[in-house]
């Protein structure tokens, strides 16, 4: 494990350069375009024309056939009339017209009679001078234009200026009614002879007499006219309407295109190649163009999440690395169980173990990076698991990798024990199939006993699989990538711990000073929103290092004379600074996480032995002060420094027989500010606010457990002893 954990850790340093980090994303993307570009590929099929089909072949995709739209919409073009307009206004105008020619000819009547005569003969005969029938014609014409005149004949003329204007009145009534009955109706070109025929019809077997009949027939022919026209503009704006109405036509996804045993029709050919079945070269280029989108949309999300990440970078490139190598193992537990569908059977993709990849991302990372990853596991798993349908997505196995992988972070997220991982996984299952049994009712499918019974075991087995493969694979991962878990810190504050038993058993008093600051740390920790389960199980491992001599050290010198008196300075101080030194050793061996021997190598410093320091000067004033403070580093974390502070609270106050609230509160000011003066703090990020609460907050929990007790009376206390 040991050369793994080097081995990855070679690669994150990498990731610190662009170029490696560049490099990582794109074999991330190569990764996943090839797991992916099979099942987006447009299918081929080798039928050529007029050969029998050997398989039913569905469409791919949903696709528009144009050439059927088309001809369908040409269909509904032709089927439109030609529209034709009726103009009404016509049957007025030639009524009007056979009106003034009538009128004119009474007008001539009248013009006639109201001639003075010149003379009478005594027979009273009309004068010589009257108008002959020439004339009146002459007036009569001069009343029309030259169009009507052209049109009518002579014989016309003559019947009604030789009629009277009673005559006159009845003819006009006659014509202008049978002219009228006739122009109500639609006359096209074809039907303007059978239109004059009617009005001659009407007109033949009037009362008239027979020159004016002749002539009313004569002017209701020349009425009628054709009133119903070609409009060119309403026909192509019917056509246009017609030709929009209908709706494309489309080769539906999975609609069957030829079915076993048919012939490959000229039809079915085309039908083949327009959904890309048959034509091997541009059918493939939106596919590609597609899913590169796709994945430069993943890759994009992940970056800018992993960029916006509020960690140290080091710690950022680790949990960019440990993500991808989770994140490329599901894609490929995916892609296998994807190749298990070429048996045809229903919903295998349901066996993925879906929770397994949020489980381990939530455990050794973060539980928002665990949704993210949950989210893109579902969108990856939808085209994967498209169940030989190219270029499709299964939502339906999208959302059921969604919700169980949800279902074990969720439930992960309050029960943070490997013990409870297993339990993870059967909530998992649990969630698996009522997700399955909601997306089949939803379809509304019908399904025999079998498939239910086959359905709860893929179910129940992608729950427990991803619960197994989280606990096979979370021990490696951690050790290999350094990681210390919220799991893995909760197993090792176990008192059954081979090395915390070692420390209780060879320096008890360590043991219960341990366990005072690990209260104290983890209190005030939290209380600035570090890891406070780090600062307690650190505090149970940071003077590990004294079981080397537990003799050496005042709190497990019982009964005991204290060795130190009979020692040089120098060898005194050498013996307690090496505690630090011995404790790092003592942790490596036991292959403890680097968190847990940085706060060991740390806690301390690079303070100052006072005491021994003092002692030393009082043989040697020129003693060097360097030879009696600890070697450090200093505290690089808060977590550390915070513990370095209550490692030294606690010693000081148990040293007071009965402290007081204020002596508390002087006792850690004095400290911290020790600290802050001999720039022990410096290399940490600890600010000035958050130190306040740090020394608010061991003040209240120290008073907590050094408040004053009851003083018995003495006579109380020897019943007490006695009873």
């Not at 001639?115 to 003969?121: D, G, H, L, V």
């Not at 430069?296 to 140290?312: D, G, P, R, V």
């Not at 799991?487 to 060879?506: A, C, D, G, Y």
């Not at 600062?535 to 290092?545: E, P, S, T, W």
Request: hydrophobic share 40%; with cysteine.
């Amino acid at each position: 494990m040991d050369r793994l954990q080097v081995y990855f850790f070679q690669i994150r340093k990498l990731l610190d350069i662009t170029f490696f980090r560049i490099l990582f994303f794109f074999v991330l993307g190569i990764i996943l375009f090839f797991t992916m570009f099979n099942n987006v590929k447009p299918e081929k099929v080798n039928l050529k024309l007029f050969t029998v089909a050997n398989k039913t072949v569905r469409s791919p995709g949903t696709f528009e056939d144009t050439k059927s739209t088309e001809m369908k919409r040409q269909e509904a073009v032709d089927q439109v009339h030609d529209v034709y307009i009726l103009k009404k206004e016509y049957a007025q105008n030639r009524v009007d017209l056979i009106t003034s020619i009538f009128d004119s000819a009474i007008e001539v009547n009248d013009e006639i009679k109201a001639m003075p005569k010149k003379s009478q003969s005594p027979t009273n005969e009309l004068d010589m001078n009257e108008p002959t029938l020439s004339d009146k014609i002459s007036r009569l014409k001069g009343k029309l234009t030259n169009g009507v005149i052209n049109e009518l004949s002579d014989q016309v003329f003559s019947s009604l200026v030789q009629a009277n204007n009673g005559d006159l009145s009845i003819a006009k009534d006659l014509t202008i009614t049978s002219i009228n009955n006739v122009m109500a109706k639609r006359i096209s070109g074809n039907d303007v002879e059978n239109a004059k025929k009617k009005v001659e019809e009407d007109l033949k077997y009037t009362t008239l007499d027979n020159d004016l009949r002749n002539a009313s027939i004569e002017l209701g022919r020349y009425a009628i006219v054709q009133n119903e026209f070609y409009d060119p503009t309403a026909t192509e704006e019917l056509r246009q309407q017609a030709s929009e109405s209908v709706e494309p036509v489309k080769i539906l996804q999975g609609q069957i295109i030829v079915e076993d045993g048919q012939l490959i029709s000229r039809e079915i050919d085309r039908k083949l190649k327009l959904v890309g079945l048959l034509d091997n070269g541009h059918s493939i280029i939106k596919p590609f163009l597609g899913l590169s989108f796709f994945i430069i949309i993943i890759l994009s999300a992940i970056y800018f999440f992993f960029n916006e990440m509020k960690s140290h970078i080091e710690k950022r490139q680790t949990y960019l690395l440990l993500f991808g190598i989770i994140f490329v193992l599901s894609i490929l537990l995916i892609k296998i169980i994807s190749m298990l569908q070429i048996f045809d059977f229903a919903g295998i993709g349901y066996l993925f173990p879906a929770a397994m990849g949020g489980m381990l991302i939530k455990i050794l990372i973060d539980e928002k990076l665990a949704i993210f990853m949950s989210i893109i596991m579902a969108l990856c798993g939808s085209i994967l698991f498209n169940q030989g349908i190219t270029s499709t997505l299964n939502f339906s196995e999208g959302i059921y990798i969604l919700f169980s992988s949800l279902a074990g972070i969720l439930f992960l997220s309050t029960n943070n024990q490997r013990s409870k991982i297993l339990q993870a996984g059967l909530i998992s299952a649990l969630v698996n199939l009522m997700t399955i049994f909601a997306i089949l009712l939803l379809s509304n499918g019908h399904y025999s006993g079998v498939d239910y019974g086959f359905y709860f075991i893929t179910a129940l087995v992608s729950g427990l699989f991803s619960a197994v493969l989280t606990i096979g694979l979370l021990p490696f991962l951690e050790s290999s990538f350094g990681i210390l878990s919220t799991m893995r810190l909760i197993e090792l504050s176990n008192p059954n711990h081979p090395l915390l038993r070692k420390i209780l058993t060879e320096t008890p008093g360590t043991y219960h000073h341990s366990i005072m600051v690990a209260n104290l740390a983890e209190t005030a920790c939290e209380a600035i929103g570090a890891n406070g389960l780090l600062a307690r199980v650190g505090c149970y491992y940071h003077d590990v290092g004294k079981t080397r001599r537990p003799n050496f050290f005042i709190e497990n010198q019982l009964n005991q004379d204290n060795p130190h008196d009979r020692l040089p300075p120098e060898k005194s101080a050498n013996i307690i600074i090496s505690h630090a030194a011995d404790g790092v050793n003592i942790l490596k061996k036991y292959h403890m996480p680097k968190e847990i021997i940085d706060i060991a190598e740390q806690h301390h410093g690079t303070t100052l032995l006072k005491y021994f320091f003092h002692k030393a000067t009082q043989v040697k004033p020129d003693v060097l002060e360097g030879d009696f403070r600890y070697p450090g580093p200093k505290p690089q974390s808060k977590e550390s420094a915070v513990i370095g502070i209550a490692d030294s609270v606690e010693a000081a106050v148990r040293s007071l027989t009965q402290p007081t609230t204020e002596q508390i509160e002087s006792l850690v000011k004095n400290i911290i500010s020790s600290r802050l003066q001999d720039e022990q703090l410096n290399e940490c990020d600890l600010t000035l606010k958050e130190l306040e609460t740090v020394s608010h907050t061991l003040c209240e929990t120290l008073k907590g457990i050094f408040h004053s007790r009851i003083e018995y009376p003495e006579m109380t206390k020897q019943k007490v002893r006695h009873a």
